[in-house]
């Protein structure tokens, strides 16, 4: 392998070794198609046309690569209806949970609290819980199409849940136990639960947060549930509440322990309800089935992560992100997911590193936040720890800086870097890893197998240029529909009202012959006078200058005529308002230009989040325009409500609102 330290945007900075490249699950997926009579070109860009161009004998190949077992009678692959009807393997049966234990043996989780203590758990061990859990859930009259809902961190509970109930054919969904009762109930209240797995405590910096009353609150208005399980490992000084819903400990349904029986389902039947951020209004429930979320998240960790059996992964995640659900999944691949409980930077950014060489983790998941904050520290991690079987680094949540791509190379040292984009809404990416490709500094490799990702300008054109990020073919990820939206009308207005019969996906995407860019959201884009900006072109600039903590830029149209563009920042300790204002003028007037200056620059205690990590910049552009913060934002739904009380003080104050 080859690392040019010296390379500039958009220049190769890794390349893979070529004697190695060979050994890659995309390049022993090529060689397993042209034994089956493919002319299959050489290198990902031909695979990737052969999977978009021939979707039917990609996915129906795919299968069979990946050991997936359907039941049923063979058929078409798909029914041929245009998106968003389209459905696959009609007819067929699976179940998620059967490829994720059945016949596996060894460690199937690492599990480490925030304390340090580490548990492995044995499939052997794992099946006996999920069996346990399964046949308890039975005798509640849990069966095919009912709800089981959780209220649980990362931890190997929550693991079992999700397995337990797939198991059954029923429908799963969990949320973090740091989420305002508010914004679980808005969530949950929608699926009508029959039980719910939760947690009277959680630990998080270094103490029990205690969630009785919480979780009081949120059981009186989930009145469908007939009975809650109780989980207390993890938070031992966190005694279960006395509630009205009758109440089992999950010691006690894990006792004894039983093999699971899996349901064979239709490869369309629904297996968990993933929610959209919600911000405001009702969360999006978006519904997968068995057979796309297996073929997504399997593809997604094989092809786009090189994930290997045997391989270790620890991807930092809550349990409310996608990405959690694609840490679970890495059993069905062969590796072994390393779950970390609490805060896992705690004490400090370092513990990341410090937990990925105590596994000896092969492939690291992180958020670009966190990649940023560490570019920012002092941190030099290969110096510090042993990260010798680190091959991977993934990361994803928002675009990753050119001075993150700089900054992994020259600390962490010599891995693929796999800069990713895709969503909740399939479970899985539409750009991400190749990994017989060059990793070119500041730029996502190339489109996922099976994603016929495209760049349309405003009048449905493919562009070279900067346009919205399009689907125009089926991917079986696709949702099977959004919960409670009979009609179908929601759905469609979500991806398809834009250019009918093609996915829009909502964000700005640039392709080249250099690679992806994501360009931040098209639903907050700056339109100053006409010209159309990308917030994250200042995002790059403005964030990699050491005066700044983070950022976050905003457009709010005032009434018929006015246009107000202020910049957000928070500033580490000990910087001025004065420095950081001059130097962040200077950096935008030098790497943009004038006309990207915000007509403010507005220094805030800190950038507010959703629960994942993504910038709630809609939600303050609205309070700009004048609307109340119960209008915009579920406070039970974000990082830090108080501050969106200070941004809603804020925005009443400005003249442009006044």
């Given amino acids: 392998m080859i690392v040019d330290l010296s390379a500039a945007d958009g220049e190769v900075i890794w390349r893979p070794d070529p004697e190695t490249a060979g050994d890659t699950q995309t390049e022993r997926f090529a060689a397993f198609v042209r034994a089956r009579g493919v002319p299959l070109g050489e290198g990902y860009q031909a695979l990737w046309e052969w999977s978009v161009e021939d979707s039917d004998g990609f996915w129906s190949s795919f299968v069979e690569f990946a050991g997936i077992r359907l039941g049923g009678?063979?058929?078409?692959?798909?029914?041929?209806?245009?998106?968003?009807?389209?459905?696959?393997?009609?007819?067929?049966?699976?179940?998620?949970?059967?490829?994720?234990?059945?016949?596996?043996?060894?460690?199937?989780?690492?599990?480490?609290?925030?304390?340090?203590?580490?548990?492995?758990?044995?499939?052997?061990?794992?099946?006996?819980?999920?069996?346990?859990?399964?046949?308890?859930?039975?005798?509640?009259?849990?069966g095919a199409g009912d709800r089981v809902v959780a209220v649980l961190p990362n931890v190997p509970e929550a693991i079992v849940g999700l397995l337990a109930t797939a198991s059954l054919g029923a429908v799963w969904s969990v949320c973090s136990p740091e989420f305002g009762p508010g914004a679980i109930v808005s969530r949950f209240a929608q699926l009508e639960p029959k039980a719910v797995l939760a947690s009277p405590g959680y630990r998080l910096a270094g103490k029990d947060r205690d969630r009785c009353a919480e979780l009081t609150e949120i059981l009186e208005q989930l009145p469908t549930v007939e009975q809650v399980v109780w989980v207390t490992r993890h938070a031992p000084s966190v005694p279960a509440p006395e509630t009205a819903v009758p109440a089992v400990a999950w010691a006690d349904v894990v006792a004894a322990s039983a093999e699971p029986q899996f349901v064979d389902v239709e490869f369309s039947h629904p297996l968990w309800v993933l929610f959209s951020s919600g911000t405001t209004g009702v969360p999006k429930g978006i519904v997968h089935g068995h057979g796309g979320a297996l073929l997504e998240e399997l593809q997604m960790l094989l092809f786009g992560g090189d994930l290997r059996a045997g391989d270790r992964f620890f991807s930092v995640a809550s349990t409310s992100w996608v990405v959690w659900n694609s840490l679970v999944s890495a059993m069905g691949v062969g590796a072994t997911p390393v779950l970390v409980d609490g805060n896992p930077t705690f004490p400090s950014l370092d513990r990341v590193w410090e937990v990925a060489a105590r596994t000896r983790t092969a492939v690291l998941g992180l958020g670009a936040g966190f990649v940023h904050a560490c570019a920012k520290s002092e941190l030099v991690p290969h110096h510090d720890h042993d990260l010798r079987a680190l091959r991977e680094i993934q990361v994803t949540g928002?675009?990753?800086?050119?001075?993150?791509?700089?900054?992994?190379?020259?600390?962490?040292?010599?891995?693929?870097?796999?800069?990713?984009?895709?969503?909740?809404?399939?479970?899985?990416?539409?750009?991400?890893?190749a990994p017989t490709e060059p990793v070119r500094v500041g730029y996502i490799q190339a489109p996922a197998l099976g994603a016929k990702v495209e760049s349309w300008d405003e009048a449905g054109h493919p562009t070279t240029s900067k346009g919205e990020l399009v689907v125009t073919a089926p991917m079986p990820s696709m949702p099977l529909y959004l919960w409670g939206d009979a009609d179908g009308s929601r759905y469609r207005a979500s991806y398809f009202e834009t250019f009918p019969g093609v996915w829009r996906h909502g964000d700005f995407i640039e392709i080249s012959d250099k690679g992806i860019l994501i360009l931040g959201r098209s639903d907050s884009t700056l339109n100053r006078n006409g010209i159309r900006l990308g917030?994250?072109?200042?995002?790059?600039?403005?964030?990699?200058l050491p005066e700044v903590a983070e950022a976050m830029v905003v457009g709010a149209e005032i009434g018929e005529e006015d246009y107000y563009m202020p910049l957000f920042v928070a500033l580490p300790d000990g910087v001025s308002e004065e420095i950081a204002k001059a130097a962040i003028e200077r950096a935008i007037r030098t790497n943009l230009s004038a006309r990207y200056l915000p007509d403010d620059i507005v220094v805030m205690r800190a950038i507010p989040h959703t629960k994942t990590g993504k910038k709630l910049e809609v939600p303050v552009k609205r309070l700009i325009q004048g609307a109340a913060l119960a209008d915009v934002v579920d406070l039970g739904a974000v990082d830090d409500p108080p501050l969106l009380h200070e941004y809603a003080a804020l925005a009443a104050s400005q003249p442009a609102v006044a």
């Fill in 398 to 433: 928002s675009p990753l800086s050119a001075d993150g791509f700089r900054w992994v190379y020259r600390n962490v040292g010599d891995v693929w870097l796999v800069s990713m984009s895709g969503g909740t809404d399939i479970a899985g990416c539409f750009v991400g890893g």
């Fill in 535 to 544: 917030s994250a072109d200042i995002y790059a600039v403005v964030e990699a």
């Fill in 73 to 142: 009678e063979p058929g078409p692959v798909r029914n041929g209806e245009p998106m968003p009807a389209t459905r696959w393997f009609p007819g067929r049966t699976l179940n998620f949970a059967r490829h994720m234990l059945d016949g596996r043996d060894g460690t199937a989780l690492i599990a480490i609290s925030e304390d340090g203590n580490t548990d492995e758990i044995s499939f052997e061990d794992l099946r006996a819980q999920v069996g346990a859990l399964a046949a308890h859930l039975r005798s509640l009259g849990v």
